[in-house]
């Protein structure tokens, strides 16, 4: 049985998470914080999550885990088939990774966690979420999922780095990213009410007080 390393706060983890769920792949979680010990590198080379463990060994990076778990699970396609159609989706994906989640992410600690982040960092996560954001209006098809009329791996970077990116804006812009894109907010509305999305959100909310005590252990 796959087994996900990882936790239930981590987006990235409940990517994946949500990619088994929907292909109905029996999977085991095991609680992995990560980190730099001898064993946690021994796991994750780069000390980060999620970690997908196989009969072969532990893969590693959120994108890679999810063309594994596409190209080796049965279940319902997150990917299309047609090569054209299949780099569309990735692209879009790559696109919410590295202008919308990862721009955002450096904001975390002060939208999030009480901590104070240069101006400079402030201003140019504000310049790259809108531009994001202005991306994802261009190539997204919302269709009414992001990438055309059926859940695809983009949906899940969609789901699980739009709304945090949306709560930093808003905290530290008073910025609705989603105000020229009602079907954006549509579809995340609609995602919402998933079966699994919301089991992830239970298992999200349970584990976060645990997760903000770790956090502020660490300050």
Known sequence: M?????????????????????????????????????????????????????????INETAVILEFIEQSQNGIPLLPSDPFERAQVLAVAKEIELYIELPARACYP?????????????????????????ALGRHGKFAPYVAGDSLSIADLYFLYSVPLACAVAHKLFDIDLLAEMPAARALLERLEQNPNVQRIAADKEAAMPAFMAMVASKK
């Open 2 to 58: 796959l087994k996900l390393y990882g936790f239930s706060v981590s987006n990235y983890y409940n990517m994946v998470k949500l990619a088994l769920l929907e292909k109905g792949v029996p999977f085991e979680e095991v609680p992995f914080y990560a980190g730099t010990s001898p064993d946690s590198l021994a796991i994750s080379p780069r000390g980060k999550v999620p970690v997908l463990r196989t009969e072969q060994g532990f």
């Open 110 to 134: 002060q939208a999030f966690f009480g901590m104070q982040v240069p101006d400079a960092i402030r201003d140019k996560t504000k310049t790259e979420l809108l531009a994001g954001f202005a």
